[in-house]
T-cell receptor, first 114, second 115 residues
Framework: GEDVEQSLFLSVREGDSSVINCTYTDSSSTYLYWYKQEPGAGLQLLTY?????DMKQDQRLTVLLNKKDKHLSLRIADTQTGDSAIYFC??????????????FGSGTQLTVLP | GAVVSQHPSWVICKSGTSVKIECRSL??????MFWYRQFPKQSLMLMAT?????????EQGVEKDKFLINHASLTLSTLTVTSAHPEDSSFYICSAIPTGDDEQYFGPGTRLTVT
């Protein structure tokens, strides 16, 4: 099955940029997702990128995809204290039928220091 | 749109009792819902796929007799933890996929503590 890996922790100063990295093994993934989880809450979809794209920007968020290296990154510009959360990358596994299961990375705990 | 709710948000129960957790899609119909378990500071582990009108599909290592899943309607799936033990204490998250779509929408999670 798919294997998705992330570094566990990242600390940045408020106002700096944050870069969260993710590597995956299944090259047939058509979408790659970034989710945010705040303490005690469920997952919120932040953004996603199609596998035929190299980059996607959405306000403060920039997603970079290197398909050759199977590497995905999420850059958060001008990081704020409200960005402190756990960030998960996820790729879909094509299961039987139309619904897709997701394989999640271990999550990166982002801490924003004042 | 695409809101998923879970009830209760948190529950404390005694060892040996059963607990039911509900997952509802509030503004869409979902043929498929997923149940995940998350331990502190860990990733989500898929427990089972819940399909409306049919039996749930459990992941390897998940006891189907312990974690009963019922997907009785297109907007409701329930997870019942039977004869709960302290090791079942965890954060349980569901997600739902709108019929005809591939996007998963996640519920806010249910914190279960078994004493």
């Amino acid at each position: 099955g798919e294997d998705v890996e992330q570094s566990l922790f990242l600390s940045v100063r408020e106002g700096d940029s944050s870069v969260i990295n993710c590597t995956y093994t299944d090259s047939s993934s058509t979408y790659l997702y970034w989710y945010k989880q705040e303490p005690g809450a469920g997952l919120q979809l932040l953004t996603y990128i199609f596998s035929n794209m190299d980059m996607k920007q959405d306000q403060r968020l920039t997603v970079l995809l290197n398909k050759k290296d199977k590497h995905l990154s999420l850059r958060i510009a001008d990081t704020q204290t409200g960005d402190s959360a756990i960030y998960f990358c996820a790729t879909p596994e094509i299961s039987s039928g139309s619904a897709r299961q997701l394989t999640f990375g271990s999550g990166t705990q982002l801490t924003v220091l004042p | 749109g695409a809101v998923v709710s879970q009830h209760p948000s948190w529950v404390i129960c005694k060892s040996g009792t059963s607990v039911k957790i509900e997952c509802r899609s509030l503004d869409f119909q979902a043929t498929t819902m997923f149940w995940y378990r998350q331990f502190p500071k860990q990733s989500l582990m898929l427990m089972a796929t819940s399909n409306e009108g049919s039996k749930a599909t459990y992941e390897q290592g998940v006891e189907k007799d312990k974690f009963l899943i019922n997907h009785a309607s297109l907007t409701l799936s329930t997870l019942t933890v039977t004869s709960a033990h302290p090791e079942d204490s965890s954060f349980y998250i569901c997600s739902a996929i709108p019929t005809g779509d591939d996007e998963q929408y996640f519920g806010p999670g249910t914190r279960l503590t078994v004493t």
